[in-house]
C-alpha cells in the first residue's frame, strides 16, 4: 500500500469518476486506502460528534440544576412573602420568620436577640428583602453583598471604557 499516496476522485470522459493514484487507474490498492481513509473520516466525526454531545449533555444537566434552584428559590420567596406579616416591607431590610405551635409562621422586624427571652414562638430564619423582592438567607447575605459589589465594579469599569472609547 502506498504511504503518500493521494487518493481522488476525476471525471473522466464518460462522466464517471475514476479512482487514481499516480498514473493507475481503479488499483485495488487505491480502493483499500479509499476505504481505510472513510473509515478513519467516520471514526473522526463520531469522536467529534460525542464530544459535542457530552458538552451539551454537561450543559442540559446544568441547566437543568439551575432551572431547579430558580423555581426552589421563587417558592421560597412565594412562600415569605405570603408569611403572616403585620407591616409593609422594606427591600433592604432583614426580617425573621417564626412558627407558631399550630405550625403557621410569621414574619417580624425584631431578631430573637431583640425579642430575648420573651420570645414567643420558635425562631425559623432569617432573610433579607433584595430590591428585585426576592429573599436572600441570612447565612448568604454577605457573600451576595460582595457578589453584588463585583458586579457593580464591572459595570462601572466597562462603562468607563466604553466611555473612553467614544
Known amino acids: 500500500m502506498s504511504k503518500s499516496k493521494a487518493v481522488a476522485l476525476l471525471n473522466t470522459a464518460s462522466g ?3 479512482l487514481v493514484a499516480g498514473t493507475k487507474a481503479n488499483c485495488k ?3 483499500v486506502e479509499l476505504a481505510q481513509q472513510i473509515e478513519e473520516c467516520d471514526a473522526a466525526i463520531k ?3 460525542s464530544s459535542k454531545l457530552r458538552s451539551i449533555l454537561t450543559q442540559m444537566r446544568n441547566l437543568q440544576n439551575q432551572a431547579q434552584s430558580v423555581l426552589a428559590e421563587a417558592k421560597r420567596d412565594a412562600e415569605l412573602h405570603h408569611a403572616a406579616c403585620n407591616f409593609k416591607k422594606i427591600p433592604g431590610k432583614i426580617y425573621y420568620i417564626y412558627k407558631r405551635p399550630n405550625d403557621t409562621t410569621y414574619m417580624s422586624m ?5 425579642w430575648g427571652s420573651s420570645c414567643p414562638h420558635t425562631f425559623t430564619a432569617a432573610y433579607k428583602l433584595e430590591f428585585d423582592f426576592t429573599w436572600t438567607p441570612f447565612e448568604d447575605i454577605e457573600q451576595n453583598e460582595a457578589d453584588n459589589q463585583l458586579v457593580e465594579n464591572l459595570v462601572k469599569k466597562q462603562f468607563r471604557m466604553a466611555l473612553m472609547n467614544e
Not at 110 to 114: G, H, K
Open 16 to 18: 464517471r469518476p475514476n
Open 29 to 31: 490498492e487505491d480502493l
Open 47 to 49: 469522536s467529534s460528534a
Open 110 to 114: 425584631l431578631s430573637p436577640d431583640e
